[in-house]
């Protein structure tokens, strides 16, 4: 089964910027991003599949973009104009057949890179 390895999280104030990373041990057609807060379900963030197609949750739709860098199996997430909304533990994910942002269609998940956003 492959492996995840995500990267990058950390502390940053509301307006600010960080990417993720995801490190696959192997190629991945479909992955995408999720994240939660404690007490919450999970939620999907972003998704990218292998024809390059993307899918974004509404909330952060126009701050967010998933990348991949096919090459090296890392797939990624420019957040911009971070809100304290944003704060959570993201979790990177593969499994997909094709771009979505439903939770079910994964089965792959990494073990989370924390986001803080606070003045």
């Known amino acids: 089964q492959v492996q995840l390895v995500e990267s990058g999280g950390g502390s940053v104030q509301p307006g600010g910027s960080l990417r993720l990373s995801c490190r696959a041990s192997a190629y991945t057609p479909c992955m995408g991003w999720f994240r939660q807060v404690p007490g919450k379900e999970r939620e999907g963030v972003a998704s990218r599949d292998y024809t390059r197609r993307t899918k974004y949750a509404d909330s952060v739709l126009g701050r967010f973009t998933i990348s991949k860098d096919v090459a090296n199996n890392t797939l990624y997430l420019q957040m911009n104009s971070l809100k304290p909304e944003d704060t959570a533990m993201y979790y990177c994910?593969?499994?997909?057949?094709?771009?979505?942002?439903?939770?079910?269609?994964?089965?792959?998940w990494g073990q989370g890179t924390q986001v803080t956003v606070s003045s």
């Open positions: 994910a593969a499994g997909c057949r094709f771009a979505t942002v439903l939770l079910s269609d994964y089965h792959t």
